[in-house]
């Protein structure tokens, strides 16, 4: 019989697929105590579950490249460290050698002590990272399965399926899709998570917040996920599939029409022209953005380069993939970030600082890199070398106050006459810019801009620190909005500082990709946009249909607002007089 659910889209589109369900949560395991002669096998066999897990972390950590490498890594490691915990596995080992335990049920009770200790948490955020117990320890139960049948692996990887879950992980998200993943519905989550981020990135129809999901849905029931209405369809009757071939067929259209915008002028409807760029690390993200008429890339990161190997790249390494990049956008100009690593991120080169607190607000960014000064300078010195091959930027992380945009400068100017002294040929000039993604560094922005030649506001982090609400953490997903007051205020005081200075500024966060919020920022005073290549045409085609004037007009009414309730009513009365 039909049914239909309801949640939030996270991921546009639509996906017609057989439901697999994935429930960490729940474990079906052998509660029949174990006999003497039987703990040393029990313990052999946990030991081989979990050395199973530990590799496909391993493996899966091995296959991820560029964007992938970036988001998913971190949380691969933090999985892997878990499977090492040593009080983890005491305690495992202890359960089945002195309580008698089987090694499913083992797993099942140390997973329940700790999901106690984490729901007992006061702190919103520490209380949502038990979601990692629950996906760690729900890997050894499906790795102590394999081991019984490789059968059950090979069901969990066929193509043409609806992954339904409470969460899903971000490694795992990047996993199924390379098996053929169609769509995701998750019965909690947030539409700002990584792996909601991912599935926009994937073209995966996603959506979080499916109350019913894991109760209404079984394996095998045919699923088709509406990322367009935000709807489930349980068993699809013939009007929902003919609703669902409709929609291909308009899809299809509506690929083709917008690959016709690939190298079109960028401007409004009144004839105002903007400015599109591509956020870019890897060699495909560079050539669809060539593809899809960028304008230049706007965020080049270059800590792919910390991250895919062990030890520091040299400056000769990093000046070779600076070149190629310059080389690839055939003179369109190129803003390479600086190392952005910090300690909640994976750090193969052995930079960051561990043990931090709260590592989102400790030793990252600039603040890193100016702890390192020799290692910043071969990446500054290898920017400057491959200045000659193009129109390259110079984009500093994580800035609080103008003395660091400064102490930059200073280094920038001393491998500058390093690199004559030796002989290399130098542009005669490359800009240096601020990533406005501190609150601070908002509020002074004035300071900053006089040491600076540009700006680019970084959203998701700023948001994450003027709302104090992490975008991963579920029960805060009312809170992180692009759309908060506080929010809109921040960025219009940001990006009329730069307007009225007279340099470029940019926004390379989430929002800039997403046509949704296109009429926002152009009403702030916005003309230039960097995005994931895949959103260029999207978001071409949502300013074509704008009216600039309008909406610049109506800027000072939006920043008095003060709910998001009120900004929206502005904004949808402007557009449907207009």
């Known amino acids: 019989m039909r049914r239909q659910l309801t949640g939030a889209i996270a991921?546009?589109?639509?996906?017609?697929?057989?439901?697999?369900?994935?429930?960490?949560?729940?474990?079906?395991?052998?509660?029949?105590?174990?006999?003497?002669?039987?703990?040393?096998?029990e313990i052999e066999h946990l030991h081989m579950a979990l050395d199973t897990a530990r590799q496909e972390l391993h493996e899966l950590r091995g296959k991820l490249h560029g964007a992938l490498a970036r988001e998913v890594g971190d949380f691969i490691d933090a999985h892997s460290l878990l499977l090492d915990d040593q009080e983890l596995l005491r305690g495992l080992d202890e359960l089945v050698r002195v309580g008698h335990y089987r090694a499913g049920a083992a797993l099942k009770l140390q997973r329940d002590?700790?999901?106690?200790?984490?729901?007992?948490?006061?702190?919103?955020?520490?209380?949502?990272?038990?979601?990692?117990i629950d996906?760690?320890?729900?890997?050894v139960m499906a790795a102590l399965q394999q081991q019984a049948s490789a059968e059950e692996r090979k069901l969990a990887s066929r193509v043409g399926e609806i992954l339904v879950s409470d969460t899903v992980a971000p490694a795992d998200m990047a996993n199924y899709t390379g098996h053929g993943l169609l769509g995701v519905v998750g019965s909690a989550g947030s539409v700002y998570s990584h792996s909601a981020i991912l599935a926009r990135s994937f073209?995966?129809?996603m959506l979080v917040g499916v109350r019913d999901a894991l109760s209404a849905i079984n394996d095998d029931d045919l699923v088709l996920v509406d990322g367009e209405k935000g709807e489930v369809i349980v068993h699809p009757t013939a009007q929902d599939l003919q609703r669902y071939r409709t929609w291909q067929r308009e899809a299809a259209n509506e690929g083709r029409r917008l690959a016709r915008l690939a190298h079109a002028p960028t401007k409004t409807r009144d004839g105002v022209h903007l400015r599109l760029f591509a956020n870019a690390e890897q060699s495909s993200d560079i050539a669809q953005a060539r593809n899809r008429g960028a304008d230049g890339i706007g965020l080049y990161r270059s800590e792919f380069l910390f991250l895919r190997q062990r030890g520091l790249p040299g400056e000769e390494e990093q000046f070779i993939a600076y070149r190629d990049v310059l080389l690839g956008m055939g003179g369109l100009p190129v803003t390479i970030r600086t190392l952005d690593l910090g300690a909640d991120k994976?750090?193969?080169?052995?930079?960051?600082?561990?043990?931090?607190?709260?590592?989102?607000?400790?030793?990252?960014?600039?603040?890193?890199?100016?702890?390192?000064?020799?290692?910043?300078?071969?990446?500054?010195?290898?920017?400057?070398?491959?200045g000659v091959y193009g129109t390259v930027r110079i984009l500093v992380p994580m800035v609080t106050h103008a003395g660091e945009m400064a102490a930059v400068r200073a280094l920038v100017r001393q491998a500058r006459e390093d690199l004559r002294r030796q002989g290399h040929e130098l542009p005669e000039r490359?800009?240096?810019?601020?990533?406005?993604e501190v609150p601070a560094a908002a509020i002074g922005?004035?300071?900053?801009?006089?040491?600076?030649d540009f700006l680019a506001i970084g959203t998701n982090d700023l948001a994450q620190y003027v709302l104090a609400a992490d975008r991963n953490n579920d029960a805060l997903g009312d809170l992180y909005d692009p759309l908060h007051p506080a929010l809109l205020r921040v960025l219009g005081h940001v990006i009329s500082a730069a307007r009225r200075a007279g340099k470029p500024v940019s926004l390379c966060g989430e929002i800039a990709g997403d046509p949704i919020y296109a009429p926002m920022l152009v009403a702030l005073g916005l003309c230039e946009f960097s995005m994931h290549p895949s959103q260029l045409l999207r978001v071409r085609d949502k300013l074509a249909n704008l009216d600039h004037g309008m909406l610049r007009a109506l800027a000072p009414s939006l920043v008095r607002c003060y709910t998001r309730d009120a900004v929206e009513e502005q904004l949808r009365e402007a557009l449907e007089r207009h």
């Open 11 to 41: 991921a546009p589109g639509m996906a017609l697929g057989r439901a697999r369900l994935v429930q960490p949560n729940i474990f079906h395991v052998d509660t029949t105590p174990l006999r003497s002669e039987e703990v040393e096998a």
């Open 113 to 132: 002590r700790l999901a106690a200790v984490f729901d007992a948490m006061n702190d919103p955020y520490l209380k949502s990272r038990g979601e990692d």
């Open 135 to 139: 996906q760690v320890i729900g890997r």
């Open 203 to 205: 073209n995966l129809p």
């Open 346 to 386: 994976a750090d193969a080169a052995g930079l960051v600082i561990r043990g931090e607190d709260n590592p989102a607000l400790g030793v990252r960014g600039v603040r890193l890199s100016l702890r390192y000064p020799d290692v910043f300078s071969a990446q500054l010195r290898a920017i400057l070398r491959a």
């Open 430 to 436: 490359i800009d240096i810019g601020a990533m406005i």
């Open 445 to 452: 922005v004035r300071s900053i801009l006089e040491k600076s």
